[in-house]
């Protein structure tokens, strides 16, 4: 049985129109390929958010339909790593580098759109890695939504254009960072949400712990230690301009939460919602 994690990139590409090839660049597997030459059993972990009190299944492994007629490239890289999330960060990197080789060699544009990303069945064995959070169940109300909630965000922001105008691209980034598990990119989403506002115009990060003690109602210097705003701001500015990120696997996701929840209560504030009380575990 192998010991190996593998972990695959595959992209639909239009640029590529060529029979099977494969070539080795250790620990990377590309293969060129048409729907109908390949097949893959992929490991999805499709319920990151499973609702509590409610049995959910986590893994499943189907054998992924790629189209007969489009052709392919999969980039696929394997590890030895003990701990399947020392396997993902090594798989990743290796994967990430090597679709850059591939653009700078021939172009970014062999890369139409991804099909699919994550952990494959190699060897006969599956190993895997899944970001689960477990959060109370939702129900809907469509008639509150259509007549209450929603208009009444839409015109609480519209008392202020500036704020208005914000909101929309606070909204795009806010919109990409969800659909991320914690991660560099979900980071640098949540912290441009921020310095869309309430950092306008500026780089001080002051006017976040001020925004935020007014939300919270304590004192802005309680705030920023509390909940680590330079700190957060230092994490984003060394993942930038320094190519690192210094936390585990564990504390990112903390991080990430905690940037999570101080996005939504702006976003709130912004929109003229009260305080939910989701920052109170950090005072």
């Known amino acids: 049985m192998s010991n190996f994690s593998y972990y695959a990139a595959i992209y639909d590409t239009t640029l590529i129109r060529e029979e099977y090839k494969k070539v080795v660049a250790d620990p990377v597997r590309i293969e060129f390929f048409k729907g109908t030459e390949k097949s893959f059993t992929a490991h999805l972990s499709p319920n990151r958010i499973l609702p509590t009190g409610i049995g959910s299944q986590v893994a499943f492994f189907p054998t992924l339909q790629l189209h007969p007629e489009r052709f392919y490239i999969s980039l696929t890289a394997r590890s030895r790593a003990a701990q399947v999330r020392d396997a993902l960060s090594e798989c990743e990197t290796a994967i990430d580098s090597c679709v850059s080789d591939l653009a700078i060699v021939y172009s970014p544009y062999i890369f139409n759109f991804p099909a699919y990303r994550g952990f494959v069945v190699g060897e006969g064995e599956a190993r895997g890695a899944a970001y689960v959070r477990l959060e109370n169940p939702v129900a809907v109300d469509s008639s509150d939504l259509e007549h209450e909630k929603l208009p009444h965000l839409k015109a609480a ?60 109602g304590r004192p802005p210097e309680l705030v920023k230690e509390r909940l680590a705003v330079g700190r957060l701001f ?30 939504v209560e702006v976003l709130r504030h912004i929109s003229g919602e009260p305080y939910r009380g989701t920052l109170e575990k950090y005072f």
């Open 157 to 216: 922001r519209k008392l202020n254009p500036n704020v208005d105008a914000r909101f929309a691209l606070m909204s795009r980034f806010f919109a990409k960072a969800l659909i991320y598990e914690p991660s560099e990119e979900k980071l640098l989403f949540l912290w441009t949400v921020l310095e869309i506002y309430p950092m306008t115009d500026t780089t001080d990060i002051r006017p976040v712990s001020e925004l935020l003690a007014q939300i919270i």
């Open 234 to 263: 230092g994490l984003r500015s060394d993942l930038v301009h320094n190519g690192k990120l210094s936390l585990s696997r564990e504390q990112l996701g903390e991080t990430i939460e905690k940037l999570d929840n101080i996005c």
